[in-house]
């Protein structure tokens, strides 16, 4: 199966508010890029509402959502995190923390309508949050003398890449981030006449 060339994740975050039997759930989702951001906002949650019964969370990094994390922070194991992180899931969103804080409203849900109020209250602050689509790049690097820097320079314009890096004495080291879909042929074009190493 071909791997994807793009993902979504949020641009900007989003808040939701789900009640049920008095209870409530607030809901928050973040873009993030490592596990130290989430756990960063995970312990300012936990400081912020401090008097709340549960600051629950589940976060999803990687282009393909292969890191991800759950807590149930106290509530019945699997009756919360987890649901967090599948509603993630089911919206195909990546690089992204969602954490909902529960005040408890005195009737007791049972596991269902836990894992129903959290999936929605995850549900509320995703729809809530600004997607957007990146690209997947891989980064190319090549070697040339500056004598061919403009050929490569103008591969790089006409195929709308960006230079990740740029440096050399002797010769010029160019790392170029190339749409995963792009790559093969981007290097034919670097290749294309035979004084290129990639």
């Known amino acids: 199966m071909a791997k994807p060339d793009s993902y979504t994740t949020i641009a900007k975050s989003g808040e939701g508010l789900y009640k049920d039997k008095g209870s409530k759930f607030i809901s928050f989702a973040f873009h993030i890029e490592t596990e130290d951001e989430a756990d960063t906002i995970r312990k300012q949650f936990k400081k912020k509402y401090y008097d709340a019964t549960h600051v629950v969370y589940a976060f999803r990094l990687g282009a393909e959502g292969e890191k991800f994390r759950a807590a149930d922070d106290g509530e019945p194991s699997g009756s919360s995190g987890m649901p967090v992180y599948n509603t993630i899931r089911s919206k195909?969103?990546?690089?992204?923390?969602?954490?909902?804080?529960?005040?408890?409203?005195?009737?007791?849900?049972?596991?269902?309508?836990?894992?129903?109020?959290?999936?929605q209250a995850a549900a509320l602050a995703l729809d809530n949050a600004?997607?957007?689509?990146?690209?997947?790049?891989?980064?190319?690097?090549?070697?040339?003398?500056?004598?061919?820097v403009n050929f490569v320079m103008r591969i790089i314009k006409?195929?709308?890449?960006?230079?990740?890096?740029?440096?050399?004495?002797?010769?010029?080291?160019?790392?170029?981030?190339?749409?995963?879909?792009q790559?093969?042929?981007?290097e034919e074009l670097l290749n294309q006449n035979g004084k290129i190493t990639v």
């Open 92 to 119: 195909n969103i990546t690089d992204v923390i969602v954490l909902v804080v529960r005040y408890f409203g005195g009737t007791k849900l049972g596991i269902p309508g836990l894992i129903d109020a959290y999936s």
């Open 183 to 186: 790559a093969s042929r981007i």
């Open 130 to 148: 600004e997607t957007i689509e990146k690209t997947i790049t891989q980064n190319i690097t090549v070697e040339v003398p500056y004598s061919m």
């Open 158 to 181: 006409e195929n709308n890449l960006t230079v990740a890096d740029m440096s050399g004495e002797t010769s010029c080291r160019i790392t170029i981030a190339v749409p995963l879909n």
